[in-house]
Nanobody
Framework: QVHLVESGGGLVQTGGSLRLSCAIS????????TAWFRQAPGKEREFVGI???????IYADTVKGRFTISRDNAKNTVYLQMNSLKPEDTAVYYC????????????????WGQGTQVTVSS
């Protein structure tokens, strides 16, 4: 059975940094694309970025240059380093394992974690 567990969220001031982790069990991370999404209250789940099995990474324009996604295949873990945080980055952050379809849509993902809350104060 596949499980994803996000951690590392919290409260941070504008301009601060956080590093989220997504620990995955039940599959071999090196063969899957894994993405980060976020969901603010009253809004749809929004694509943040994805790391592909070949190590290519794609980011949403809203986070490009501020966020960095990396993976440690030996630990079956994906990371999201968030710098220069803004209040509009406040959301619950989720990691998901890609299955099929357009990677910017949450429907393309087969497995999800429970999410971790990130709150950026102004």
């Amino acid at each position: 059975q596949v499980h994803l567990v996000e951690s590392g969220g919290g409260l941070v001031q504008t301009g601060g940094s956080l590093r989220l982790s997504c620990a995955i069990s039940g599959l071999t991370l090196s063969t899957y694309g894994t993405a980060w999404f976020r969901q603010a209250p009253g809004k749809e789940r929004e694509f943040v970025g994805i790391t592909w099995s070949g190590s290519a990474v794609i980011y949403a324009d809203t986070v490009k240059g501020r966020f960095t996604i990396s993976r440690d295949n030996a630990k079956n873990t994906v990371y999201l380093q968030m710098n220069s945080l803004k209040p509009e980055d406040t959301a619950v952050y989720y990691c998901g394992v890609y299955r099929v379809g357009s990677y910017t849509y949450s429907s393309a993902y087969e497995y999800w974690g429970q999410g971790t809350q990130v709150t950026v104060s102004s």
